[in-house]
């Protein structure tokens, strides 16, 4: 017991003050960044979460949300997709619309009017959406807007 005691005062003392705060902040990083590997090994797709940046599928997806992405290329007409486009430096996340007879997938967000004007190739979808949880996604938006990473 005497050696955990050891332990916990000299964590202590190498956590207080603003050196703790920037220990604890690169901790936080390494444990989130660990968490999306594993999830991401487990899932079969190396964008096991995305966050809902806009409004283009709402009512089914709400800015701000988080989604769960499993890695599965069997896709049909109907399927909620994250992929990656030309327009964009993120994921998007929309609706398959069609699948043209050479594989490529026309997509659509909900809310929107119209087919997105480009057609992807099954190599940059990262996979399925099975999961919604409301709200989470806003951490990573608000972390992407304050550091310009987005």
Known sequence: ???????????????????????????????????????????????????VFSESMVPTYNKGDMIIVVGDKNLSIGDVVVFDSPARSYPIIHRVYNITEDGKILTKGDNNRSVDPWKTDLSLVHGKSVLRIPLLGWVKIIFTKTTGLA
């Open 1 to 51: 017991m005497n050696h955990l005691a050891g332990l916990k005062k000299k964590w202590d003392k190498l956590t207080e003050g603003w050196k703790g705060t920037i220990i604890y902040i690169v901790l936080g990083f390494l444990i989130a960044y660990g968490f999306n590997a594993a999830l991401g090994f487990a899932l079969n797709t190396d964008t096991p979460v995305v966050a």
